[in-house]
């Protein structure tokens, strides 16, 4: 019999600057001992996939869902990334291969060494990502192509230093040229920093990179050389911190399911394709009936391939002028930007437009772009 903790919340959360979704999570805890492989199986037969971890938050969350801090060790949805050993920048930024930095940082580096300090005397080095050293943010305007630097005070872990970058500049610092490089050591001097260059060594089953990580002291040690899997560890008074183990030992499992009920398609469309498509394949093209719903889609369309905007369930009647949603939903709620309706009697059909904070604005309905069905 499954047990089963019902958990439910609004759940922020950004993986890399070109991942970040928003997403309403329904977690559940399965009481029954299987290993690794098992369990995957039986969250994506049941739910969506194991869980997937990526904030100091939602670990609280987890640590708190009945009955998990009671187990020796439960299972978390992260594995060992055989085989993909490439070195990555955490925004997303192609790695230039003709920096002799890079290329030294290939020939050296040692397993576990998987994330990148310069060291005094201009050199870099992979080190482990769990040991503390100050790092460097930056400031990116990914327009003007403007970046400024900013330096801790304080010694992190890799990851920490991650997530203080993120959440107070945009993210570590990715560094292209010799002279970027060069205008970089100027302001570092003697500290030893963190850069934003890493290799994922651990994946998430549900293929989300692991730019949070959470281990215990010492791990994961991959002692038995075989510890490929990851879980929370609560045995002796641990506090949930993860720990390595083979992938066949036995524990219960936490899985997840999206319960969102918006899906961003990443297809470019016209108006009618686009709704056509969201009538065939799921209800309809999203309306919009209140904020909550309007912050949903404004997180997804923030994922959305292309710069402009997203269509939405919006369309004008062209002998009456007026808007109405596809779905005759009738609320009152509205976001239209600033002269944002169009001509009257043209062929428009609404979109959110990603330029201005996702304000709903006209649109010829020919044009292709992205939407959003639910
Ligand atoms: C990549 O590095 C090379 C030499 O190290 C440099 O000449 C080139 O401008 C860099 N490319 C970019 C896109 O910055
Ligand atoms: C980014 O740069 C552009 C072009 O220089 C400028 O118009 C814009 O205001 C800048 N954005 C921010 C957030 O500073
Ligand atoms: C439904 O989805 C499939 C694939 O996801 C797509 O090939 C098909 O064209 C869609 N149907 C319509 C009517 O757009
Ligand atoms: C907002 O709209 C969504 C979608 O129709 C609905 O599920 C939700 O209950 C609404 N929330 C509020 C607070 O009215
Ligand atoms: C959709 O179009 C935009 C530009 O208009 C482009 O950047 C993007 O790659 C396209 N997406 C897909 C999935 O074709
Ligand atoms: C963007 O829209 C959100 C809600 O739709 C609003 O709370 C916020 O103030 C807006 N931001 C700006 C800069 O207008």
Redesign the pocket.
Known sequence: VDMEAFFQLLLFFAVASVISQHVILQYHFVELEKTWGEAQNYCRAHYQDLISIHSAQQMETIRSISGVSNEEAVWIGLRRNAGVRQWLWSNGDPVNTSMSDINQINHESKNKKNCVVIKTKNKWQGEDCSKVNCFICMKE?K??G?REYHISSEERSWFEALEICRRDYTDLTSIHSPEQLQEIQSKIGNNDVWIGLYRDEWLWSNGKPALFQDWGQGEPNNGGNNENCAGLWFDNNRDGKWINFPCSCSFPFLCYQDQSKYILVKENKTWIEALNYCRTNHTDLASIPNATAQTEIAELAKTSSGGGGVWIGLRRDRLLGFWFWMDDDESEFSNWGDGSKGDLFSDHCGMIDKEENFTWRFECCSTKLNFICY
């Open positions: 305007n327009t003007s403007q």
